[in-house]
Structures are given as C-alpha cells and as structure tokens.
T-cell receptor, first 108, second 111 residues
Framework: KQEVTQIPAALSVPEGENLVLNCSFT??????LQWFRQDPGKGLTSLLL?????REQTSGRLNASLDKSSGRSTLYIAASQPGDSATYLCAVFGQLTFGSGTQLTVLP | GAGVSQSPRYKVAKRGQDVALRCDPISGHVSLFWYQQALGQGPEFLTYFQNEAQLDKSGLPSDRFFAERPEGSVSTLKIQRTQQEDSAVYLC?????????FGPGTRLTVT
C-alpha cells in the first residue's frame, strides 16, 4: 500500500525567505504526483502536477521536483509571502494517496 | 457553476442519525471522487465514479457508508447510523482529465 509522508508537519518563516517542503512515498511505481494548497475551511487547490516521466514543473514562484528512484518530491517556494500561508499537501496519483500536509505560516 | 459545490457546508448529527451529503461536480466532468479528511490529516480516498458507474469503493470504511451517482452528475454520500468517528470533512472532487477539482467540503460533526 502506498504511503506518503510530509516533513515538516509545520513550518514558520519570515516573509521573503525561500523554502522547501518535502514529500516522500514508498511505492516508486507512480503515475504522477500532485501538490495542493488547502486554506482553512476551503477545498484543495491544485498547484502543480508532475507526470512520472518528468523531473520538475514550475509555476510562478513555485517549483516542484520529482525523483521516483528515491521516492521523493520537493516543493520549492521562492520569496515567500504572507499570502502563501496555508497547508500544502502532496498526493500520489491513482485515486490520490495524500500526505498529511505541511502547515506553512509566512510571517510579515 | 464554475466549480465543484457541496452541501451542506456544515452538518451536526446526533449519534445514530443518518446523513446525506451532496456533491455537484463541474458540468461535463466524467469522474467524481469522495474523500474523508480527519482533523490534521490528509484526505483519504473513499470512492470513485465514472459517469454513473461506481468503479471503486474500496475506501468506504464500513457498510454504513453508501454513495450513488444515478444520472452521472450529482452524487450523494450517505452515512447511516452515524458514529463519533465519522466526524470529519468530506471532500468531493471531479475531473475530466488528470487534474482533480475539489469542492469546499462538508464538515460533519457527530455528537
């Protein structure tokens, strides 16, 4: 059974800092991996999707990488802003197996 | 509508009551998914529909949970004889291709 782990569970950084969120998965035979953002009381917003044949995807200040052989993905956020504060979840495709998320707080 | 909608947004039920949670997917989306998210955890898969066919219900935690999508659009997740451990946010997602679009969820509290 696929297991997805996210470390750290919570992270607090000052505004402007670059940061990395980590996601690891146990079964490397994945189809794709998706990063989501979840704001309190709201649903999930898809940020980036990386196909299994890709190594990274970029969108604005976000960059996600995928290393299937080591079972890891990272989400890099450049020049963080208070509006980036949310919980970030990674999920492995099939029916989507989610990690428990990293709660990010960016302090102004 | 522009996105996936769910109703009610909040539901309080007494233990033993039956509840029904509704999901309106994005028009034309073939696939529909239900997830359960406990506090502080990531969502966990419950069930999946392609049009009106329920192709995977392996994540339903017990036979008290039942989902349907009779006309291939709106879906209802029904929980019978609710128990305290059913308290969670229930998320619905729809998709046409690879990307899944999530609704805001229904927060169920069983007292």
């Amino acid at each position: 059974k696929q297991e997805v782990t996210q470390i750290p569970a919570a992270l607090s950084v000052p505004e402007g800092e670059n940061l990395v969120l980590n996601c690891s998965f146990t079964d490397s035979a994945i189809y794709n991996l998706q990063w989501f953002r979840q704001d309190p009381g709201k649903g999930l917003t898809s940020l980036l999707l990386i196909q299994s044949s890709q190594r990274e995807q970029t969108s604005g200040r976000l960059n996600a990488s995928l290393d299937k052989s080591s079972g890891r993905s990272t989400l890099y956020i450049a020049a963080s802003q208070p509006g980036d504060s949310a919980t970030y979840l990674c999920a492995v495709f099939g029916q989507l197996t989610f990690g428990s998320g990293t709660q990010l707080t960016v302090l102004p | 509508g522009a996105g996936v909608s769910q109703s009610p947004r909040y539901k309080v039920a007494k233990r033993g009551q039956d509840v029904a949670l509704r999901c309106d997917p994005i028009s034309g989306h073939v696939s529909l998914f239900w997830y359960q998210q406990a506090l502080g955890q990531g969502p966990e898969f419950l069930t999946y529909f392609q049009n009106e066919a329920q192709l995977d219900k392996s994540g339903l935690p017990s036979d008290r949970f039942f989902a349907e999508r009779p006309e291939g659009s709106v879906s209802t997740l029904k929980i019978q004889r609710t128990q305290q451990e059913d308290s969670a946010v229930y998320l619905c997602a729809s998709s046409l291709g690879v990307f899944k679009y999530f609704g805001p969820g229904t927060r169920l509290t069983v007292t």
